[in-house]
Antibody, heavy 118, light 107 residues
Framework: QLLESGGGLVQPGGSLRLSCVAT????????MSWVRQAPGKGLEWVSA????????HYADSVKGRFTITRDNSKNTLYLQMNSLRAEDTAVYYC?????????????WGQGTLVTASS | EIVLTQSPATLSLSPGEGATLSCWAS??????LAWYQQKPGQAPRLLIY???NRATGIPARFSGSGSGTDFTLTISSLEPEDFAFYYC?????????FGQGTRLEIK
């Protein structure tokens, strides 16, 4: 199970940190990702991190502004979001990778809404 | 970036009918393609991975086929709970990308 928190209303240019607590599986065995969905729109992959945390990947739309990290001792995934823009407004899902590799995603959190608006 | 194009955008069918959803990749993704189902207000659910493997707990009426650039999700006989949005996704190369989705609606 994955449980996200940290979403909310933030002004453009502001920062927010999302957290995702994982239970029910050996957290450090799996790569994790964040996927977002703008209101009424489709799915967009945002960022991924390896099981050890040593390898990360980002979508071009967030590169240089967002940072993905994990604390395997706390079974927690994070997404630090800086310089937020209106177009970052979306539900952000924490997702677990099925088996090895970087996808597909077999476990999704319930999502946390981030709204960047003045 | 590999672009995934899904067709049709909307599919209107009746319960009991069969459904065929398509996903085309702008370049080969081998068999690194997955399908997801999403109902309003819910997180997506993994249906198919590796182009043709059903995920745990997915009914046998769902099947996937294809490789390279052309993929199909088939639902053999629609149940009322199957009317939802469907997305394909590739993991062949970075960035991971999703198709724009197909809305399967009740006719």
């Amino acid at each position: 199970q994955l449980l996200e928190s940290g979403g909310g209303l933030v002004q453009p240019g502001g920062s927010l940190r999302l957290s995702c607590v994982a239970t029910g599986f050996i957290f450090n065995n799996y790569a994790m990702s964040w996927v977002r969905q703008a209101p009424g729109k489709g799915l967009e992959w945002v960022s991924a991190i390896s099981g050890s945390g040593g390898e990360t990947h980002y979508a071009d739309s967030v590169k240089g502004r967002f940072t993905i990290t994990r604390d395997n001792s706390k079974n927690t995934l994070y997404l630090q979001m800086n310089s937020l823009r209106a177009e970052d407004t979306a539900v952000y899902y924490c997702v677990k990778v099925y088996n090895t590799g970087w996808a597909p995603f077999d476990c999704w959190g319930q999502g946390t809404l981030v709204t960047a608006s003045s | 970036e590999i672009v995934l194009t899904q067709s049709p955008a909307t599919l209107s069918l009746s319960p009991g009918e069969g459904a065929t959803l398509s996903c085309w990749a702008s370049q080969s993704v081998d068999k690194y393609l997955a399908w997801y189902q999403q109902k309003p207000g819910q997180a997506p659910r993994l249906l198919i991975y590796g182009a043709s493997n059903r995920a745990t707990g997915i009914p046998a009426r769902f099947s996937g086929s294809g490789s390279g650039t052309d993929f199909t999700l088939t639902i053999s006989s629609l149940e009322p709970e199957d009317f939802a949005f469907y997305y394909c996704q590739q993991r062949k190369s970075w960035p991971i990308t999703f198709g724009q989705g197909t809305r399967l609606e009740i006719k």
